[in-house]
């Protein structure tokens, strides 16, 4: 399986998350920060590559879109009344995927997980049959920060978008890197997803990188093209 583009977004926050529309190449009424910022990863991941109308979208989060789905609960339980349509709407995590399929016209399978070790295998099993995956994993902060933090006790506080573009090798297109050896095991020594992409992105000399996640790992490789 190889690895065509990737797309690493991270931002400590100390006030507000940014406003990211304008910065999207296609923007969506009612859309809000969690679409946003999965909107925005995985539209610069694919830059002008053309996607297969078949592509899979998978998205990871560990919590998902936290601050549509306070807004739900503050309009029930606070408010005493029904969810407003678009609080409810956002704070359902397949939304994100119907978005960011909406962006690039796709119509293949679409899946929300919660963990990037969950997604690769399903992406691996797309490769395998010849058709494009796009994987993205997205953390969004809450919009209150003290918030945030009473809940999360994050320091410092950051939201990331963190997107990379799969396929089968292709001669018409150059890999920027081979994922092989893939296990379904645990190793005492894990990686955070961070640690990944600031390799693929880096330009040291080191050419492997070996992810232990967990009960997944993997060998990552860089391609050189002359």
């Known amino acids: 399986m190889y690895i065509y583009a990737t797309f690493n977004h991270e931002e400590i926050l100390t006030d507000k998350a940014t406003d990211k529309r304008p910065f999207l190449t296609k923007r969506f009424n009612r859309a809000d920060n969690f679409v946003n910022l999965a909107l925005y990863g995985a539209q610069n991941c694919v830059s002008e590559n053309i996607l297969p109308t078949n592509s899979s979208i998978y998205i990871s989060s560990t919590k998902g879109n936290m601050n549509a789905t306070l807004k739900v609960m503050q ?39 919660d963990t990037f070790e969950s997604a690769l295998p399903q992406a691996f099993i797309d490769v395998s049959k010849n058709k494009t995956a796009l994987l993205g994993v997205v953390t969004e902060i809450i919009e209150d920060l003290s918030l945030h933090t009473i809940m999360f006790e994050n320091v410092p506080i950051e939201e990331s978008s963190r ?46 990188f070996y992810f232990n996640g967990d009960n997944l790992s993997f060998q990552v490789e860089k391609i050189k093209h002359i």
């Open 163 to 208: 997107w990379m573009l799969l396929a089968n090798d292709n001669e018409k297109k150059k890999a920027i890197a081979k994922i092989t050896d893939i296990r379904f095991e645990s190793t005492p020594q894990k990686h955070a997803i961070k640690n990944l992409f600031s390799f693929l992105e880096s330009n040291d000399k080191e050419d492997v």
């Open 75 to 113: 309009d029930i339980h606070w408010e005493d009344q029904l969810p407003r349509p678009f609080h409810f709407l956002n704070s359902v995590n397949a939304v994100n995927l119907f978005y960011v399929a909406k962006s690039f016209n796709l119509k293949g399978k679409t899946l929300f997980v």
